[in-house]
């Protein structure tokens, strides 16, 4: 798919106060300073579209760009942010649940995964709430570029193979790196085809 636009709409604590056009959403998701922000900008092409940061916690709404004046990409708050307090913690789960659930619009949720790390409680936890609520996700495993290949097959199959012992189909999986800009065309080919669908 080739993004001709994409532009920021608003952003939001509150998914009532999202955008009230019935465009399909695919929202991102995953821990604090996984790599979302990155990945939108990576997928759009556009450097400074979503904001990053070194340190975790900087995207703390949500944030709606509407591509191709037809699909809305939309980057959300990381969850297990250790350093903040519980009431912010709280609020930030409560920003996330009630976005993912009471959202009609939202058409897939990527989870984006440290391509690093050995398997995460929290993140299967989490994938474990999606899949008791029905939320039709897919897996993203960010930075890539930061292991060797040999690495990387051994963590992801790793992974594989523990999301196999509670599902007995893996979701789409994508292999991406914002930095060497890798997986891009997959990711977006996958949104054309739930677009067309
Ligand atoms: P929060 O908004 O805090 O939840 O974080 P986030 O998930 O949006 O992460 P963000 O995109 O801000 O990236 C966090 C850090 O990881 C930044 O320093 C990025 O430059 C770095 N980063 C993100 N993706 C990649 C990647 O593919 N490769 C490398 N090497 N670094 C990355
Ligand atoms: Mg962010």
Known sequence: MQINSATFVVS??????????????????????????SLINMLVSKKDLAKTSSKPGK??????????????????????????????????????ENYVLLRPQLTNLFVLIDSRLEPQKIDLEFIEWLGENSVPFSIVFTKSDKQSKAKLSENIEKYKSVLLEAWENLPPIFITSSEKKTGKEEVLNYIEKILNN
């Open 12 to 37: 939001n604590t509150d998914f009532r106060k999202c955008p009230d056009d019935n465009f399909p959403e695919f929202a991102f998701i995953g821990r604090s300073n996984v790599g979302k922000s």
């Open 59 to 96: 995207t703390l709404l949500i944030n709606h760009f509407l591509i191709n004046e037809k699909f809305y990409i939309v980057d959300l708050p990381g969850y297990g942010f250790a350093k903040v307090s519980k009431t912010q913690r709280d609020k930030l789960r409560t920003i996330i």
